[in-house]
């Protein structure tokens, strides 16, 4: 299984960026899928983005153009770079990954998860 840390979370304006990142460990990185999830007080988890072991990347509706996600393979990182931030962007962001290859939007295909990270957007 694979050990995940997320960081870089923290408050923020609406407008402005935020990166977060994910170190893993426990498994060759790039080989297995990985997604960002998110899950606001009284809301069920919801996908962010998530990216297959080939590269290949699926982004929610609610984020698509205002987020990026990325592997930085010389630190075993999987990044999610956010901009345009918005209050309803508010949630703990969960780092997950995969044993599969290919991305998936359902949370129950992701078998390791970090501890997640606040992100808060004032208004």
């Known amino acids: 299984q694979v050990q995940l840390v997320e960081s870089g979370g923290g408050l923020v304006q609406a407008g402005d960026s935020l990166r977060l990142s994910c170190a893993a460990s426990?498994?060759?990185?790039?080989?297995?899928?990985m997604a960002w999830f998110r899950q606001a007080p009284g809301q069920e988890r919801e996908l962010v983005a998530t990216?297959?072991?080939?590269?290949?990347?699926y982004y929610a509706d609610s984020v698509k153009g205002r987020v990026t996600i990325s592997r930085e393979y010389a630190k075993n990182m999987l990044v999610l770079q956010m901009n345009s931030l918005k209050p309803e962007d508010t949630a703990v962001y969960y780092c997950?990954?995969?044993?599969?290859?290919?991305?998936?939007?359902?949370?129950?295909?992701?078998?390791?998860w970090g501890q997640g990270t606040q992100v808060t957007v004032s208004s």
């Open positions: 990216i297959s072991s080939g590269g290949s990347t």
């Open positions: 997950a990954s995969s044993p599969y290859m290919t991305w998936s939007p359902r949370a129950n295909d992701y078998d390791s």
């Open positions: 426990g498994r060759t990185f790039g080989t297995y899928a």
